[in-house]
């Protein structure tokens, strides 16, 4: 007998529907067999990887730059979405189609170089700490997770994110964290600009023609970033729904569909329909029984949440 | 003594420079080690890896898909660009700003789901042949590339198409022909619509946000795609000059860059100035020198020309 590859787990439908699911599609002699190039894993980030609570990390990198910023250039402190940022009210900013939001995206995450962007965010992960947990934001993944993409590793599926997180944002510390490389993350992003700069090249970031990888457009960054059909995606919310259903409505190949349920408001947050912005989880945890998605009952099912701390 | 890794390559100073540069950043003991997550090789691929004579493969699929289409709706035949495309004018293509062209790329390429689109592709493949080799497009690559991407393989690289060409189109053969999967295809593309049609998922190609994946744009591309600066850039024309900048110049890695010069009419086609459209190659020829980029003589450093056929 060989040891539990999903220690973290409990014994549920997801852990079983798991471990059958890759013991059929690598068994050369099953008609589920998968060659390996098509063993195509997509995960979610926010959510399914790592907490979105309580705001998105990425969001908690922007207000704190923000701040940084107005700081060193207090005019800036004039904007009203930039007051809305700083009191931390998110609702303002979602107002008028997300223009507040666009602002303080566009005052954090363009018109700087994308190198200083990586040192900026890589600054921030050193000295930010989860305001409830006091642990770095990159420390704080999920156990079960990361336990699941090193076991479809050693099946040999390649794991992408596909996030509505910033590409950009993600690159600086998803290969360490996770062990994908760069060009596996499918997150939002926009066109730099590339010029010499006295004769050295430069990229500039910029919101030019913004992709945001969410709901709809997840399919869409994985036709056009990954160019093949997933066979596994694991999500947490009606945000992963499209590729929910990308993933497992008329795939020619055997799939499989896995939804985190935030349901352990003790050791991390239970939410599903209750929040109103990031999260919400109704249209794709109904229709999860009739899709045969399994659905993750994060309180029963995982024994353990986070990953140890790094030394 | 071991086997020549490039047989096909005579001796010359680019065989000598991609085996030393090898050598170099594969080695952990030398300070120009270059870690395996940051080994990235960017080729260009029309006129780099396949010829792009007498006309670049892609466009030779989109007028014959144009004839084909135009003999199903003979009304697509009024148009004065699609009766330029189907007499060869490729010049009046370009006028105004490429908008004849783009509207053969619309009636080629777009409005029409993914799936049909490979077929299409995969179906024009099986048929048509190039008009002076007489063989399959798909099957007519360069010996001497074919093994230097697998000499790179071997060393830890990883190998990425970095084309104008469109990604959808590249797709189709690339992992086949050049063993590079999916998603280390960065190409011209664009976005796709994604919806549930009689409730299957179905992804409809558009030229929504084009992106043209060629001279500034392809740095933009590699960070927006591949999120890594290469180490190694080849390419052929001047359309590959700012990657090759990009590549080599400030890095703070070793870095290589190499230009396929295409100089034997007799095996293949003699051209770099001569040509107004394609495969322009002066800027970046001129630029070779200082910076160090190996300039490849087709007929005198190559002594086989294309791959064997497929049997």
Redesign the interface.
């Known amino acids: 007998m060989t040891a539990d590859p999903l220690p973290s787990w409990n014994e549920c439908g997801a852990k079983r529907g798991i471990l059958s699911f890759l013991a059929r599609v690598t068994d050369d002699a099953s008609p589920d067999f998968v060659p390996l ?1 098509e063993r195509v894993a997509v995960f979610d980030n926010d959510g399914t990887l790592w907490p979105e609570n309580p705001i998105p990390f990425q969001a908690a990198f922007g207000f704190d730059e923000l701040r940084r910023r107005v700081n060193g250039e207090p005019a800036l402190g004039d904007s009203p979405m930039v007051q809305a940022a700083l009191a931390g009210d998110f609702g303002a900013l979602l107002e008028d189609g997300y223009s507040g939001l666009r602002e303080v995206i566009e005052l954090t995450h363009a018109e700087v170089t ?1 190198d200083a962007f990586r040192d900026t965010v890589e600054a921030w992960l050193a000295t930010a700490r989860h305001p409830r947990f006091g642990r770095r934001y990159d420390d704080l993944t999920y156990q079960p997770m990361q336990e699941l993409l090193r076991l479809l590793e050693q099946a040999g599926f ?1 794991n ?1 994110i596909v996030s509505g997180g910033g ?2 944002f993600m ?1 600086v510390w998803v ?1 360490r964290v996770y062990g994908i ?5 499918v997150g939002s ?1 926009a ?6 700069r006295d ?3 430069v ?1 500039t970031k910029s919101l030019e ?1 913004l ?1 945001v990888n969410d709901k ?2 997840k ?2 960054g994985i ?6 059909r997933p066979v596994i995606c694991c999500g947490n919310s009606d945000g992963d729904h ?1 590729m929910l ?2 993933t497992t ?2 795939n020619p190949r055997p799939s499989f569909g896995l939804i985190v349920h935030h349901t352990d408001g003790e050791r991390e947050y239970a939410y599903d329909a209750v929040t109103e912005s990031t999260g919400k989880l109704v249209a794709a945890l109904a229709e999860a029984p009739a899709r045969g998605w399994h659905v993750v009952d994060m309180k029963r099912d995982w024994n353990t949440m986070f990953s140890p701390p790094e030394p």
Chains 1, 2 share one sequence.
């Open positions: 190039p994308a390649k992408f590409t950009d690159r290969e490389p760069h060009e596996r993350v992003s066109r730099a600009s590339f010029d010499l004769g050295v090249p990229l023609h992709f709809h457009a399919p869409v036709h056009q970033f990954i160019g093949r499209a259903q990308y409505i008329g």
